[in-house]
């Protein structure tokens, strides 16, 4: 299994960004899909973004509910994050992560994780 993040860069405040992650190799079903992202150093931690059930469902981190929005195409195996009016503490490393195995979707409990992309928001 090998999760390849896509779309980051360098944006200015109040712009648009939309996240990619192929998930080759994948073929579980009936776990979730989340993205996290961990910010400049020193901060180590990664935060839970946002995730997707295996219905459908979603479930956002208050400080981007609003702004960003997960969704997956199981067709081609690629789950998304668009992040709309984008702030400058928003500026991280954004991860997917698959096969979620804890009732909260936004710990970071998964089996799989992607390298990681980097965004940056300037004000």
């Known amino acids: 299994v090998q999760l390849v993040e896509s779309g980051g860069g360098s944006v200015q405040s109040g712009g648009s960004l939309r996240l990619a992650c192929v998930l080759s190799?994948?073929?579980?079903?009936?776990?979730?899909l989340a993205w996290f992202r961990r910010g400049p150093p020193p901060l180590k931690e990664r935060e839970g973004v946002?995730?997707?059930?295996?219905?459908?469902?979603?479930v956002y981190a208050p400080s981007v509910k609003g702004r960003f929005t997960i969704s997956q195409d199981s067709a081609k195996k690629t789950l998304y994050l668009q992040m709309n009016n984008l702030k400058p503490e928003d500026t991280a490393t954004y991860i997917c992560?698959?096969?979620?195995?804890?009732?909260?979707?936004?710990?970071?409990?998964?089996?799989?994780w992607g390298q990681g992309i980097q965004v940056t928001v300037s004000s």
């Open positions: 946002a995730a997707i059930d295996s219905d459908g469902s979603t």
């Open positions: 190799g994948y073929t579980h079903k009936g776990y979730s």
């Open positions: 992560a698959a096969e979620g195995t804890n009732v909260n979707p936004l710990l970071a409990i998964y089996n799989y």
